[in-house]
Every structure is written in C-alpha cells, then in structure tokens.
C-alpha cells in the first residue's frame, strides 16, 4: 500500500475523515514548507496531508514555496500525491462546482523557484514531462468518481497563471485560444518539482467560478465561496474512496 500525501488548496484546509496520529514541520534545504505535514490514517492508508498556502491560509500563489513544499512529502515518506486545486472553468463542460482531473498542463506562471535540478554546478538534466500527470493516479480518481456516481470532467488543460489578481478577459481568451479549459494559481511548479522527484502526482481540480470574461460582470468572492464549498464536499468523498481503494 502506497503512502499518500494530499496537498490541500483553497478550500481544503483538512480532511475530516483522516485520524491524525502526528504533525511534523520538516525544515528543508530549500527553507521551510507552508505548514507542518498533518500525518494521519485512514483505515489502514498512512496519509500524509500538507496545507499548500499554510494553515490559516495566508501564503499567496506566487509565494509558496514549490519546493520545500515537495521536499517535506518526500521526507514525510510520501510515495505519490494528490494534489487538490480551485480553478476557474474556461471551456462549456467546466462549469463552477464541478471537479475536473486535468491530462495537461500550460504554464504562464514566472519567476518561481521551479526546479531542483537547476543548482550550481550539479550536471544538467532534463526530466520528460510531456505527460505531466501520472496516469495510473488520474484513472484511480476517475475510476472512484465513477462509482460514487460523481459528475467529473475526466479530462483538461490546467493552465497556471502567476496570480494573485485573477486573470483578464483577454488574458483568458489568449489561454483558451492555447488550448486551456481550467485556470488556476498553483498547479505549477509543483507538479514538475514531483516529477523531478520521481513521484507520481495528479490534479484534482475544483471550479469554483467561470473564469474572467466567461460571463457578464464580476467574479464575486461570495460565489467562489458557495462553489467551493458544494466541490470540496465533493473532493472529501472521492479522495476518501479512492484512498480506501489504494490497496497496491
Ligand atoms: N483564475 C485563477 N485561479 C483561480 C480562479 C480563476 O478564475 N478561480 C479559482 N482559482
């Protein structure tokens, strides 16, 4: 049985159903990693979980440190991660409440620390990432969204912008010309800094609003709220059953 970590967005602070035995803040080579790991169980699964903008929530986008963050997974024992995000919907099927598990990624974020293979001196490497998410994991979650009868987009381009100002009508036409169906703040570096790590990650995004320009007037923070809440209930259910099914 595979050690998960969660790493938990907006909207996804803790996870009720996890008995938490222990937390451990790891102190990294990179600096420190938005919050303890909470390492707890769920029947037999040892479960790692990581709040990504810190608990309470005060680390913007563009400040979390992607890497410390990854490291202190790896250290906590994690042997793959799912990763939990609030995305807007850009394309029809993405409508707000919605969980989708993306297949791509475009990046349009900048300046974040992205790589630990970048490090003075240390040979180059490239890592292949030309299928960013790791498959076996995003079938596992569609496959637990099935049998829960949830209503999931099992497909997508993520697209990360910088935040953390939501993005522009045209901004987002731009991204949507690119290919993009989701927008969200924080699914690069981290899924990279994974891979780099050689451990299998995936998204599970949460729409909490149509992205800028997708309707008429703006994106209120109250509809954010009420939209997050409705997925997120949603997320708990399809990670506690796909927890309960990792039996590999
Ligand atoms: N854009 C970027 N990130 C987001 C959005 C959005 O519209 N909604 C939630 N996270």
């Not at 907006?10 to 790891?26: A, K, R």
């Not at 994991?137 to 910088?162: F, H, M, N, W």
């Not at 949460?206 to 992205?211: L, R």
Request: glycine share 8%; with cysteine; proline share 5%.
């Amino acid at each position: 049985m595979k050690t998960t970590a969660i790493i938990g967005g907006s909207g996804l602070t803790q996870i009720e159903s996890i008995n938490v035995i222990d937390e451990q803040l790891y102190i990294t080579p990179y600096g420190d990693p938005s919050a303890a790991c909470i390492i707890g169980e769920l029947g037999e699964q040892k479960i790692i979980f990581l709040a990504r903008h810190g608990n309470p929530h005060t680390v913007a986008p563009h400040k979390i440190n992607y890497r410390a963050n990854i490291w202190a997974l790896k250290e906590a024992g994690a042997e793959q991660i799912i990763a939990v995000t609030a995305v807007g919907g850009i394309t029809p099927e993405m409508s707000p409440a919605r969980i989708a598990i993306p297949a791509q990624i475009i990046d349009y974020s900048y300046g974040r620390e992205h790589s630990f293979l970048a490090e003075d001196n240390n040979p180059v490497q490239h890592i292949d990432f030309s299928y960013p998410y790791n498959e076996s994991l995003r079938e596992q979650l569609i496959a637990s969204a099935k049998t829960l009868k949830l209503d999931i987009q099992p497909r997508g381009v993520y697209g990360c912008t910088q935040g953390p100002r939501l993005e522009t009508a045209a901004e987002i036409s731009r991204m949507e010309h690119d290919g993009c169906d989701l927008v969200g703040m924080t699914g690069m570096p981290e899924a990279a800094l994974a891979r780099e790590l050689e451990i299998p990650y995936a998204n599970c995004s949460v729409i909490a609003n149509w992205a800028a320009g997708k309707i008429t007037g703006e994106i209120t923070l109250s509809e954010i709220i009420k939209n997050l809440e409705q997925g997120m209930a949603d997320t708990e259910q399809l990670l506690r059953h796909f927890l309960l099914s990792n039996t590999q």
